[in-house]
């Protein structure tokens, strides 16, 4: 199910089910997953990217690196992009500025895109059950689900387009 969907239901069954947020792994952690899993990257890297989600990781070994930024990156956030383009029109570039400077603080239209496209969390509404990092891409009540959508979205804002390429992410990052 997916945590767009999960928050429809919140919404319809409110405090009758306890909500728990389970964040990603610790960086210890994910650098033995990807050891694990034989992905052969820069573990730094992978934590910019992926903040040690463990699915991200896996889908990084299926995939590989590139293909993975390609399909899991590059395209659901310019999805959104292109969802939001005629509702925020000439407002698009500077809407899209202020949700990589506070997700918090996005447009309406921007963060229900964001939420459907699992591009971002409402967090707000949880119990944590494990800490959450104090990084730009994590809000009060709202964070991106990795942070390669903060990263890709704050590149789209930059060059005030979404047809990037892997190359461009990885080498923001680098």
Do not use: C, F
């Amino acid at each position: 199910m997916s945590d767009a969907m999960v928050r429809e239901i919140r919404n319809r069954v409110g405090s009758k089910v306890v909500w728990a947020l389970l964040w990603n792994l610790p960086y210890e952690a994910m650098v033995d997953l990807a050891g694990q899993l034989e992905l052969g990257e820069d573990p730094k890297l992978l934590w910019r990217l992926t903040g040690g989600n463990p699915r991200a990781l896996v889908d990084i070994r299926i995939r590989g690196l590139k293909r993975w930024v390609e399909d899991e990156v590059i395209r659901p956030v310019g999805d959104v992009v292109e969802e939001v383009k005629g509702v925020l029109g000439g407002k698009l570039w500077a809407e899209v500025g202020v949700a990589v400077e506070n997700v918090d603080e996005a447009d309406y239209n921007l963060k229900q895109s964001m939420l459907k496209h699992s591009i971002a969390i409402y967090i707000a509404g949880a119990t944590q059950l494990t800490e959450l990092p104090r990084e730009r891409w994590v809000g009060e009540r709202y964070a991106y689900q990795i942070p390669a959508y903060y990263h890709m979205l704050k590149l789209v804002h930059e060059r005030k387009d979404v047809r990037l390429k892997a190359e461009n992410i990885l080498e923001n990052l680098s």
